[in-house]
């Protein structure tokens, strides 16, 4: 075996840094394109966000109608428990079981019965508010066959004439 020269060495040395540096040089290589790869998935999620705009508003608003909501069952049930067992009164008889009463002694309490009555009748009656209109524009009494005859001209089952 014979000895190298320096300059043989140096060569050498040099070449084997030459593969090192590209070697290196490929794994950037191959590093900077996943780089850009995972930027443009960025890109694209971003994008996607975007169309679906901020979270923050709608999320804030949620929160707003779930404060208000709590706050309105909370008064409900506080009146609620003031009210107890006794019996609330109320404008309206929703549940359409009792037909109000008027004995005509009292000219202030008509407006109210007159309201509940017709309240009444329109929930028994589905075209009912068309013949009281029609009973109030006669002006006088409507007897059960005139009413019937009013009932069925307005439910379309009458004659045209």
Known sequence: MGVMSAA?????????????????????????LQLANASNEVDA????VA???????PVAMLEDLQ??????????????????DKKLETLIDDKHKSRPTFDGTDAKKFVL???KF???VRGKFPHAENVLDGAKIQGNKIGPIEAEAKIEEIQGLGSAG
């Open 45 to 48: 999620l971003n994008a996607e």
């Open 118 to 120: 017709k309240d009444f």
């Open 113 to 115: 019965w007159n309201f």
């Open 67 to 84: 404060k208000e909501t709590k706050s309105k069952l909370d008064l409900a049930t506080e009146l609620l428990a003031k009210a107890g």
């Open 8 to 32: 043989t060495v140096t060569t050498e040395m040099c070449e084997s840094t030459q593969r090192q540096i590209a070697s290196h040089n490929e794994q950037l290589r191959i590093a900077n």
């Open 51 to 57: 169309k679906i705009g901020p979270l923050e508003l």
